[in-house]
């Protein structure tokens, strides 16, 4: 199946701090998805991608779909508590399943 | 309902029995997916349904695993003879239509066997 890196595998940031963290595949995938998931619920989609070099954003969110369609990375400026969760990567290529990475999980110290 | 519903939200089983997991999908979505996350891993896929299609029961482990939809509408996940190793949170998960516009997740079953 499809190989999906997510780094790094964890975070510990002060608030107010911006985060980086990105995903990459051994194959190129059509979309990209972003998720956060926070404790006991499933994950939530914050941010899709569906074409090369696509940049998009989503309030403090910014996430890119990199150019090789081997990669994307999340970036979540000025973090704030509620920030905490951990983050997923998705990626689709062809068939029904998405392919999800291992997860970031950030922790945001106040 | 407004999102997807799934239950029990918790469920404890003893080895070898076997267990079923509800999924209530988003009023009007076709598409619906199960997935398993095993402790600090990504999501595995299970199985997919697309409204009145065969199903993609390509990810399902072993023949243990089965999953059903009636009526297009609530699907449940069977798991018979249960292992430890099937101890995981199974999330489901409805999209609008099949492939690549992002599902809508439930809160999951935190299933564990003892």
């Known amino acids: 199946g499809q190989q999906l890196n997510q780094s790094p595998q964890s975070m510990f940031i002060q608030e107010g701090e911006d985060v980086s963290m990105n995903c990459t595949s051994s194959?190129?995938?059509?979309?990209w998805l972003w998720y956060k998931q926070e404790p006991g619920e499933g994950p939530v989609l914050l941010i899709a991608l569906y074409k090369a070099g696509e940049l998009t954003s989503n309030g403090r969110l910014t996430a890119q779909f990199g150019i090789t369609r081997k990669d994307s990375f999340l970036n979540i400026s000025a973090s704030i508590p509620s920030d905490v969760g951990i983050y997923f990567c998705?990626?689709?290529?062809?068939?029904?399943?998405?392919?999800f990475g291992t997860g970031t999980s950030l922790t945001v110290i106040p | 309902g407004a999102g997807v519903s799934q239950s029990p939200s918790n469920k404890v089983t003893e080895k070898g029995k076997d267990v079923e997991l509800r999924c209530d999908p988003i009023s009007g979505h076709t598409a619906l997916y199960w997935y398993r996350q095993s402790l600090g891993q990504g999501l595995e896929f299970l199985i997919y349904f697309q409204g009145n299609s065969a199903p993609d029961k390509s990810g399902l482990p072993s023949d243990r695993f089965s999953a059903e939809r009636t009526g297009g509408s609530v699907s449940t996940l069977t798991i018979q003879r249960t292992q430890q190793e099937d101890s995981a949170v199974y999330l489901c998960?409805?999209?609008?239509?099949?492939?690549?516009?992002?599902?809508?997740f439930g809160s999951g079953t935190r299933l564990t066997v003892v």
């Open positions: 194959s190129i995938f059509n979309t």
């Open positions: 998960a409805s999209s609008l239509t099949k492939g690549n516009y992002g599902y809508t």
């Open positions: 998705a990626g689709h290529f062809t068939g029904n399943q998405f392919y």
